[in-house]
């Protein structure tokens, strides 16, 4: 038997309104009042009836997140963490969470975007891979509509958004590799309009540059974040007649091609070449040979966008709008270099 709003307000004696007011917040009930009806619907079994309730509030109880890729790419090791801490979260915050997936800057990624915004299908978006300068950014904010987002795009405009100090992190892995013996190193990256392209980068450079080693233009390539992306860019500087010992890719994901190209070309990697990525996804503990990586919690910083998103859709002030986290590096075989000691299973160096 279901349990209605009308069998609690029979049983506490109270109007079915002032039963509906006290569960859906209103502060004219009485503290007293709401305690007793939210005790009387939990004691009941009393689920509310959520269709009703957002066709009253104008609300889908909803939040969006487009995976801005090519195809459904669920089983990249960063979506599926990322994914499972937005999902977790999102419960958490009793909403649900409607994920689909388009091409970065096509047609079809700004349809999905119109769509979801305009008509009104998701109350707030979590959008990931910021470029320097974003359409989504844009049409959200000029649409005032909530969202938040993984790093902060260069458009000028201030929105809920979570960080990394990743150049500062890509920095100290040139030194650790530096001091592991390797002296030419390569930067595989991804699209030059995303800003962790920008960021990471630049780390990588400025620590190339601190520790006075060289840097050829050929050894600064790019890809599109996926290992094939990554496979293909370690085969072309692993083939140039001067060719780095070192691969630093800007993903986990990146590097798992990599590693694919440097054992194709049968270097011994983490002596003859070093592998490197970023993210510290659980899979990069499994490769052959285990992944250095800078770690980063992928599912935390998920579920913090979350968090800060639906502040925006609740209209609460947020203390913080910009959250920080700061990468750390697990030294593994991949980039064991002339090092004596193999490092533990997970050592952090940074």
Known sequence: ?????RDIA?????????????????????????????????EMGYVPNRAARQLRSKHSDTLG????????????????EFIEGLSDETA????????????????????????????????????????RMDWRVQFLAQNQFPFSGLELSQDGLSYPHVTTTSRQAFHGLVQHLAQAGFTRLAFIGGPPDSIIQHERQSGFVSGVAQ???DLRPEWLTAADFTS???????????????????LVCITDETAFGALRAAQERQRVIGRQVAVTGFDGVH??????????????PVYEMARTLVRLLCGRVRNKALILERIIFTPRLLARTSSLGRMVNLPKDEEEVV
């Open 65 to 80: 997140f487009i995976l801005p890729v090519a195809g459904p790419r669920f089983a990249d090791p960063f979506y599926s």
């Open 283 to 296: 899979e990069a503990r499994y490769t052959n040979p285990p992944l250095t990586t800078l770690d980063v």
């Open 1 to 5: 038997m279901t349990i209605t709003i």
């Open 10 to 42: 029979r049983k506490l004696n109270l109007s079915i309104a002032a039963v509906s007011r006290a569960l859906n917040g209103y502060p004219d009930i009485s503290p007293e009042t709401r305690r007793r009806v939210e005790l009387a619907a939990q």
């Open 211 to 213: 520790a006075g080693l």
């Open 228 to 246: 094939e992306g990554g496979y293909r860019a370690a085969l072309g500087l692993l083939d140039l007649p001067q060719a780095p010992d070192a």
């Open 92 to 131: 958490a915050q009793s909403f649900d969470l409607l994920i689909t997936t388009a091409a970065p800057g096509t047609d079809a990624e700004q349809a999905a975007y119109r769509s979801w915004v305009l008509g009104n299908k998701v109350d707030g978006m979590v959008i990931n891979r910021v470029r």
